[in-house]
């Protein structure tokens, strides 16, 4: 994984799907910096074969290849170009045993695993599986605009202190360079982000400033 990181995830928002997604991917791509992408499953194919950043998938199911309709299999997400897996955002939690069920599978595929966790607490749990990153992001904050680095740098300063093993990424409120400054300063090796980006208004100029952060 390069750090320091940027991924922005598409989550199922109507500006990031299939050749709307693509362009936005293609304008964070010129800026030459560690952007990364987690689009929709339906558009992992498109964007991993057209562009050069790396592409996660939202999530992947603990199954092995069978019966299991309606679930995402890690074989399906390897074979898009993928090269990784988020797992447990806040928008999709799932019980740890899953966790770290995941993050065996994603390895057996050479998948890259970031494990997103609410507070520090579950950041300590969630390190002992050894994933790829950590991502801690509040929920009371995801998509509110008020930055997680500049208002509970403490929460990120605590994890640091904890967890010296595995990467960590912080999110929720990101929507400027200013905030990843301040995240990178605390000692986070990147964020996540989404709709400060995803539904901007002027996305082509966000996503420069943003990339200023690094």
Do not use: W
């Amino acid at each position: 994984m390069n750090v320091p990181l940027i991924l922005v995830n598409y989550k199922t928002y109507s500006q990031g799907i299939g050749d709307a997604g693509l362009k936005l991917a293609k304008l964070m791509e010129e800026t030459n910096k560690a952007y990364a992408i987690a689009p929709q499953f339906t558009d992992l194919k498109l964007l991993a074969s057209n562009i050069k950043l790396p592409v996660y998938a939202q999530h992947i199911d603990p199954i092995q290849p069978g019966s299991h309709t309606g679930h995402i299999l890690a074989e399906s997400i390897e074979s898009t170009g993928a090269i990784g897996t988020l797992l447990n955002h806040s928008e999709h939690r799932i019980p740890l045993k899953d966790i770290e069920a995941g993050i065996k599978i994603a390895d057996q595929h050479g998948l890259e695993t970031i494990v997103c966790v609410k507070d520090v607490n579950e950041a300590v749990l969630a390190a002992k599986l050894e994933p790829d990153a950590i991502a801690i992001e509040p929920p009371e904050l995801i998509g509110s605009g008020v930055s997680v680095s500049t208002t509970k740098p403490e929460l990120l300063e605590d994890a640091i202190s904890k967890i010296d093993s595995v990467p960590l990424l912080c999110g929720a409120g990101i929507t400027n360079s200013g905030d990843i400054k301040k995240a990178l300063e605390i000692g986070m090796k990147g964020v996540l982000l989404a709709s400060g980006i995803v539904k901007a208004q002027d996305p082509a100029r966000v996503i420069e400033e943003i990339a200023t952060g690094v």
